[in-house]
């Protein structure tokens, strides 16, 4: 079994809007990072397993909004006002510790997806 499922990716104009969604199997606190190319993974958003705190990277902050449905122990990240430079592949992650929050090191994070591609064309 997959841990954590991703879906959403694909290639918009700047300006535009995408939703990414990310299954998994329990209630974890979740990431999302990604990887320009050629490039280190960078930490975009986060949420803790109860929704309280959230996080962001000062570059996407107020263009991005992570949320979680825990019916469904889905995460999403909403993206509007998509910029060139926030084309790369988008990962979500999990920390399977229970009440552990949300941070930007991928280091500290035990699950990840498979990644999905975001292309932004100017």
């Known amino acids: 079994q997959v841990p954590l499922v991703e879906s959403g990716g694909g290639l918009v104009q700047a300006g535009g809007s995408l939703r990414l969604s990310c299954e998994a199997s329990?209630?974890?606190?979740m990431g999302w990072f990604r990887q320009p190319l050629g490039k280190e993974r960078e930490f975009v958003a986060g949420i803790s397993w109860n929704g309280y705190p959230v996080n962001y990277a000062k570059a996407v902050k107020g263009r991005f909004t992570i949320s979680r449905d825990d019916s469904k122990n889905t995460v999403f990240l909403e993206m509007t006002d998509l910029k060139p430079e926030d084309t790369g592949i988008y990962y979500c992650?999990?920390?399977?510790?229970?009440?552990?929050?949300?941070?930007?090191?991928?280091?500290?994070?035990?699950?990840w997806g498979q990644g999905t591609q975001v292309t932004v064309s100017s």
């Open positions: 329990d209630r974890y606190s």
């Open positions: 992650a999990a920390k399977v510790e229970y009440y552990a929050a949300p941070t930007g090191s991928p280091m500290e994070y035990d699950l």
